[in-house]
């Protein structure tokens, strides 16, 4: 698919780049930061929920690139790099989704289920966070190959 001749993926992977890292952030600071706890819940489900709807959309959009592109040589081992660190940051930021959700859902509750619910919310975040920029690296060096700095 593509939007005035740009290919939907080189679009959409912007906000992906931008909301998954403002994500994991929000995330790590809701986890880490007791008395941010409540009032980041809400942009925090905002943040993760973009982020995992930018993160699915340029994953498909980008199996579609593909199959419309033959990538050979040193660019099919990029891709490959790059494909495998997408699939990692879509599964685990959909996770970081459903955890954040629960979070704020539950953010009244004390003890253990507050404690559970922080670290899976951390984990999830750096992650996100991790793979975020893991996988924006490999897509731009597929994007950037062959250009010299």
Known sequence: MEINGLPLHALVVHAAVVFGPLAG???????LVPRWRDRLRWPLVVAVLVAT???WVAYL???QL???NQYGGPLAELLETHEDRAGVLRL????????AVASAWLHGRTGAVRVV??????AGAALTLVYAVLTGDAGAQIAWYGTKG
Not at 25 to 31: D, I, K, R, S
Not at 117 to 122: E, I, M, N, P, Q
């Open 117 to 122: 619910l922080s670290v899976l919310v951390a």
């Open 61 to 63: 959009s980008g199996e």
């Open 53 to 55: 709807v930018a993160i």
């Open 25 to 31: 952030l929000t995330g790590l600071a809701h986890a």
């Open 66 to 68: 593909e199959e419309a």
């Open 92 to 99: 685990s930021t959909t996770g970081f989704a459903v955890v």
